[in-house]
């Protein structure tokens, strides 16, 4: 009985969670030498495109891990990570958060090693990682789509008014809810003289960032159903 009980445990510890895919932590380095802590959420086909998650200044890759459930369950890959100096990845971080950059084209370029990553790569970010990600992204043409949630046109010195030019008509996707302000009017910004490949969602007193898709219970499928729209 003891030895049945343990391989009906044993199971349970292996077995991938309900959706077709597993959970995998894993590791990556930085340019400049800092070792990044994130998690892979591997969906059940495979290869698969894949979505970078950017979160929040002075939180941590868990933010994601609802959405990043849900987008995996719908066939694509998804890596949260902790930028330095958050969560569980060690480092410091200076006065020049632009330097975070750094920290999201390794997220990326983790994906090229991937053997199950194939096709498009879109990048989701917050708050700060809505700026973060479309630096990135604007410099890595192969980056497909990007969603912006709750971005500013100037995050304590990281500016995105460069990079949205440079970004071009790729796809990008802004959400925003009408208590933020300052996101809103960064919506606005953005989406002057922008042609369709440049969309936005509007939420009604859902707050900034990732509290969002805990506020707006329609919002996360609205992401999964656009990056399948963008990267599938």
Known sequence: MRFALAT???IA??????GGFAVQRVTFRTDDGVTLAGSWFEPSVRPAPA????HMFRRSRHDWESFATLLASQGIGVLTFDLRAHGESPGVI????????TDVR???????????VSGRVGIAGASLGANLALLEAADDPTVA?????????DYRG?????????????PLLIVVSDDDGYAMRTSRDLQKGAGPSRESILLNHAGHGTTMLAQAPDLMRSLVDWFRRTLL
């Open 8 to 10: 009906v445990l044993l």
């Open 94 to 101: 200076g006065q020049d958060l632009t330097s975070l950059v």
């Open 13 to 18: 510890l292996l077995a991938p969670p309900a």
């Open 51 to 54: 979505v970078v998650l950017v």
């Open 106 to 116: 390794a997220a990326r370029r983790f994906l090229t090693s991937r053997s199950d």
């Open 145 to 153: 789509a990007v969603a912006l949630l709750s971005p500013s046109l």
């Open 158 to 170: 990281v500016r995105i008014e460069a990079a949205a030019r440079k970004y071009g008509n790729r």
